[in-house]
């Protein structure tokens, strides 16, 4: 015997060392491990409340078990047992704090709850312990708390390194270029940063000998300081071919400010604006910071449209003699469209104009900026440059704009109303009560109700509810009642309800929505008559308030049809305050519709092979087709009832049909259903935020982005645009 041995028996005993020989085996620990097996095999079966029964009772001998823990976790959650799930992961996270994993379900079952900011919390905690934690990082960027990444996400260089190293096979240059971008992203807390790190360059095949610019600046009303910093600006260009004419009163032409006309001649002061025929004109107003290449970004877009009009975005800035400026309130715009120009609270800082385009009044201020704009606009002679080329000083950021302030549904003058009946056509299965008050709701808040006819369209509805209440509006004459017994399709029965009838209007609903706006038979009249709107959509809101609607955006995100704004609080404006003004979109939403009954019969009515999704989206791209504007106009409101809430995943049948439809959708449409002219491209986009952070661009996106933007109808999709492409005007 070693004596190594001998040493080891005699410690045994003396009950130094176990005497694991002799020791029987441990009858709560066995009990345990097969509590264990049970629950996983529970697991493995898809029985969650077995799993949880028994992951519960392996933890009654062992309540510092941090793995069975985390399972008895799960396990409650997939039963829906919330509460309790939230309580297991927090009890695992205090018993092995480092555990990233766990974080994350705890962000998920908070989420579920309906909790975001705790939610938000929990996937930052993940994050802190495992920063390339991918699935922390969207689930966080979903819920809008992309200002809680840890601050190296904001760069490239890890995702840059990375996409090198697993560039071996296609799969993972695609993930991993996804990630790039991402990663090249900035949350909107961090514009400043944005602006820092992205100083704007030099256009694409510059040229020092581009045209010169006559650069009339506003200073009526500007302090001297405002002007110094924009005439600064000016003699810092790289482009030298310019002159400015100050526009003010006698006493700024006595302030010291006035001393830099006589340090260089292209400036000079006067009461009013002389203009130079051979050259275009730049109007702004004193307080107005260009960035050195702006004018010959300006003057390069001008030369390559031939545009009446060319704007930029631009944002705020506030200054300090020591620290610099500091940037916010970033200001960006769509592509050119008359009723968003003419609305926006925020007009284009800098507007550079032909010199056959005529300015009224002929100032720089924001009214002539603006008549500029629209003017260029309305004749398909305005272009969109996506940089921002300037920086308006302010104090600091503008406040939240009130809703009931700040709703912007002015329409430009148009002709009359159209007369004639609008039709309501609401498919409806059972539901009886739901479909009472929608219908209920449209009649009190119609301007005419008597010009108003309801037709309800049965789809195979069962309880005796909904059968005496269509009987009841049948015999009273409150609508019209036909009935479809065949399955559901949601095209084909609006088809079909229209077929053969001559209403002047047609309006698509669906049987879970309220009208709130007074008046909306009328706003209708007025917008349809506009020879140019093909299809108008409604602001719809959640019942608590929350926005659901407010347009459809394309190519963002994973490229799935989103709504605008979803889930935004209630009176949120969104940026530009463009949830609250009418303006053209890439589509709306069939749950509230309206389009002239000869437009729907030149479109072909919605496509029957759509039998669920996207028939809605398909009719709108099809008016975009024909050059045919579609129309979001927040002056019409309405409750939707659809569920917020779809689950934590929503996969499953539903999923791989929605999947199927819009693979035929994808197939019709090409690129097309990736080009959205409503969103600027530097914006970046998450789940169903679609302002979710910034992002640069490279020169060929921008010029891209330009040239579709000076098309005569920027909306109109061509036969070009669908075609396939490198994914260059697909946005993040």
């Not at 390069?300 to 449209?305: C, D, E, L």
């Not at 926006?344 to 800082?349: E, L, Q, R």
């Amino acid at each position: 015997m070693s004596w190594g041995k001998t040493i080891k028996r005699g410690l045994r005993r003396l009950g130094v060392l176990p005497d694991v020989r002799r020791s029987p085996p441990d009858p709560l620990r066995e009990t345990r491990r097969l509590k264990r097996i049970r629950a996983e095999n529970a697991r493995d079966a898809g029985d969650w409340a077995e799993a949880a029964r028994f992951y519960g009772e392996a933890l009654e001998g062992d309540q510092d078990d941090v793995s069975n823990r985390v399972q008895y976790g799960h396990a409650l959650k997939e039963c829906g047992r919330l509460a309790e799930a939230e309580a297991a992961y927090r009890r695992a996270i205090s018993l092995r704090p480092a555990d990233a994993d766990t974080y994350l379900h705890l962000g998920h079952v908070l989420k579920m709850q309906h909790r975001p900011e705790d939610a938000k919390q929990a996937y930052a905690d993940a994050l802190a312990w495992s920063p390339d934690l991918a699935a922390a990082r969207d689930e966080l960027i979903g819920l809008g708390g992309r200002g809680r990444l840890p601050h190296h996400a904001w760069g490239r260089d890890a995702a840059t390194e990375r996409l090198g190293q697993l560039g071996q096979t296609l799969a993972a240059v695609r993930h991993l270029a996804g990630e790039w971008r991402l990663a090249g992203s900035y949350p909107v807390q961090a514009w400043d940063a944005f602006r820092r790190d992205h100083p704007l360059t030099p256009p694409p095949a510059w040229a020092e000998t581009a045209p010169g610019v006559h650069v009339i600046v506003n200073a009526a009303d500007a302090p001297p300081s405002d002007l110094r910093a924009t005439l600064h600006s000016l003699l810092n260009q790289a482009a030298a071919e310019w002159t400015a004419v100050v526009v003010c009163g006698p006493q700024m032409r006595d302030h010291p400010v006035a001393g830099l006309a006589s340090r260089d001649a292209r400036i000079s002061f006067d009461h009013a604006v002389s203009t130079s025929p051979e050259s275009p004109r730049l109007l702004m107003e004193a307080g107005v910071v260009l960035e050195p290449y702006a004018l010959a970004w300006l003057t390069q877009a001008w030369m390559r449209t031939g545009a009446l009009a060319v704007y930029a975005d631009h944002d705020s800035h506030s200054r300090h003699w020591r620290e610099g400026r500091a940037c916010f309130d970033p200001a960006l715009y769509a592509a050119p469209d008359a009723d968003d120009l003419a609305t926006t609270p925020v007009v284009p800082s800098i507007v550079l104009t032909a010199p056959s385009a005529v300015v009224a009044p002929p100032q720089a201020d924001v009214d002539a900026r603006r008549s500029a704009l629209v003017a260029a606009a309305r004749q398909g002679a305005a272009a969109h440059l996506p940089r921002v080329l300037s920086s308006v000083w302010r104090d600091g950021p503008a406040a939240d704009l009130p809703f009931e302030s700040g709703l912007k549904t002015e329409l430009p003058p148009g002709p009359e109303p159209l007369n004639g009946r609008i039709l309501v056509v609401i498919p409806t299965r059972d539901a009886a009560d739901m479909l009472r008050a929608c219908v209920d709701s449209l009649i009190a808040k119609a301007a005419e109700p008597e010009r108003v006819e309801l037709l309800i369209v049965d789809n195979r509805s069962q309880d005796a509810a909904t059968a005496a209440l269509l009987d009841d509006w049948a015999a009273s004459g409150r609508a019209r009642v036909v009935t479809h017994d065949e399955p559901f399709n949601w095209a084909r029965i609006n088809n079909r309800a229209v077929a053969g009838l001559d209403p002047a209007m047609l309006v698509f609903a669906n049987n879970d929505v309220e009208a709130l706006s007074s008046g909306w038979d009328a706003r209708l009249r007025q917008t349809l008559a506009r020879p140019e709107i093909g299809l108008v959509g409604a602001r719809l809101l959640y019942p608590d308030g929350t926005l659901q609607h407010a347009g459809v955006v394309l190519g963002r995100g994973e490229g799935r049809p989103i709504h605008e704004g979803l889930h935004s609080r209630p009176g949120e404006p969104g940026p530009l305050a463009r949830w609250i003004r009418p303006r053209a979109v890439a589509a709306v939403t069939g749950a509230f519709m309206a389009v002239r009954r000869e437009v729907f019969e030149l479109l072909g009515g919605f496509d029957e092979g759509l039998a669920v999704g996207y028939n809605d989206m398909d009719l709108c791209l099809k008016a975009r087709a024909q050059g045919l504007r579609v129309l979001y106009d927040p002056a019409l409101v309405l409750t939707h009832h659809e569920s917020k809430t779809r689950g934590f995943n929503d996969g499953g049948e539903r999923t791989r049909w929605d999947d199927d439809e819009l693979t035929d959708l994808h197939r019709r449409w090409g690129q097309a259903l990736f080009t959205d002219m409503s969103l600027n491209p530097q914006w970046v986009s998450a789940h169903s935020r679609v302002f979710d952070g910034y992002r640069d661009l490279g020169p060929r996106e921008t010029i891209e982005w330009l040239m579709r933007s000076a098309r005569p109808d920027p909306w109109r999709i061509l036969d070009e645009d669908r075609e396939a492409s490198d994914g260059a005007s697909r946005q993040a």
